[in-house]
């Protein structure tokens, strides 16, 4: 469409009607916008999902190495006063070998100029550094965010040392640099935060599930694995 002179844009709605219901299952509505001089034909889709856009800066590839960004959240919650969430940000992919799928996965830490940013987003705990994981694997779209609440709803806190031992996920609909990627689930990596460790404990990722049979075949634990620790020297 060209914007005309006076900047003054009509747009008509080309179906029946718009309602709550076609909102709720992803209908498309077409819609005219029109000037004195042209016009364009347009679909648009209502979401019930929060909205995030990832502005890259005019970098529009985003790589292993972070770079920086900007981040518009619209928050959807209707019991709180403020909807719209913005921040500096860098960014970076996120992964091993899901750097090879089509659809990407990223890694967001929140900026405030130099400084960090955190920010409760979508009512998750309050942090700088969040994960956009991109459901690729996950046919469904449910068991990731499934399994993760059903942990949090029952044994997060639950525990002997009443550490908050879950994490949390969110769905969002994300775009990058206004183009639309995807369904997304918004959270934070399981880290030292939420595992809440002390001065003496630490976080250890298995490098082999090759003996993980034998592991299970042995209920005292008299064999040793390698593994490598997260946040120790030793």
């Known amino acids: 469409v060209t914007i005309p002179r006076d900047n003054i844009l009509n747009v008509a709605v080309l179906n029946d ?17 029109y000037s004195n001089v042209s016009y364009r034909e347009v679909n648009i889709i209502a ?18 190495d972070y770079s920086k960004a900007a981040i518009r959240l619209f928050d959807n919650r209707a019991d709180i006063r403020n909807h719209e969430f913005t921040s500096d940000a860098k960014i970076k992919l996120r992964g091993s070998t899901s750097l090879i799928l089509e659809k990407k996965s990223y890694r967001l830490s929140l900026l405030d ?10 009512g998750m705990r309050r942090d700088d550094d969040w994960i956009l994981n991109s459901l690729y694997g996950d046919q469904e779209k449910v068991r990731n965010i499934l399994s993760a ?11 002997e040392f009443g550490a908050q031992n879950a994490f949390e996920y969110r769905y969002v609909e994300l775009f990058v640099d206004n183009s639309y990627a995807g369904l997304y689930l918004l959270g934070y990596k399981p880290d030292k935060k939420t595992a809440d ?12 599930w090759s003996n993980a049979k034998v592991l299970r075949e042995d209920p005292n634990f008299t064999r040793y694995y390698e593994l490598d620790s997260k946040y120790a020297d030793e």
């Open 149 to 159: 609440q059903l942990w949090y709803d029952c044994c997060a806190e639950h525990n």
């Open 47 to 64: 979401t019930t999902l929060p909205i995030m856009n990832i502005d890259t800066k005019g970098k529009h590839e985003v790589s292993e």
């Open 197 to 208: 460790l002390g001065s003496n404990e630490f976080i250890y990722k298995s490098n082999d």
């Open 113 to 122: 100029g130099e400084s960090s940013n955190h920010a409760d987003l979508l």
């Open 17 to 33: 009607r718009i309602n709550l219901e076609d909102i709720a299952y992803g209908k498309a509505f077409k819609l005219l916008v």
